[in-house]
């Protein structure tokens, strides 16, 4: 799993690439977490383009960012989900929250 964190604009963009499960995402989590404690970005983007596969800690990947950015007050968007990644995510529950980026259109945690 390569990972690429990029602050822009008031926003912090983590691209993921490979393979999200267990062995590989507690390093994901702890660099994720060290971003957002030391920059406090308004938005968070997790970008899964590049993601191949992904099993539950995906889903909780996702879930303690969320939690993360609600506690400083900032949101959540998780874009470029392919269609497999994506109806995991929807079995989870994960686009009651919105924080899943429909057509272009991103739906805003409130």
């Known amino acids: ?5 990029e602050s822009k604009d008031n926003a912090v963009t983590v691209y993921l690439t490979g393979e ?13 977490d060290m971003a957002i404690e030391r920059i406090r970005p308004p938005m968070l983007y997790l970008d899964f383009g590049g993601v191949t596969f992904m099993d539950s800690s995906g889903i909780g990947l996702v879930m303690g960012r969320y939690r993360a950015m609600q506690l400083i007050g900032g949101k959540l968007i998780v874009r470029n989900i392919n269609p497999q990644i994506k109806k995991i995510m929807r079995l989870a529950g994960l686009e009651k929250l919105s924080v899943m980026e ?9």
Not at 20 to 32: G, L, S, T, V
Not at 102 to 110: C, I, Q, R
């Open 1 to 5: 799993m390569d990972l690429k964190i």
């Open 20 to 32: 999200i499960d267990h062995h590989r995402a507690a390093d994901i989590r702890e660099k994720i």
């Open 102 to 110: 429909k057509g272009g259109v991103t739906n805003e945690a409130n």
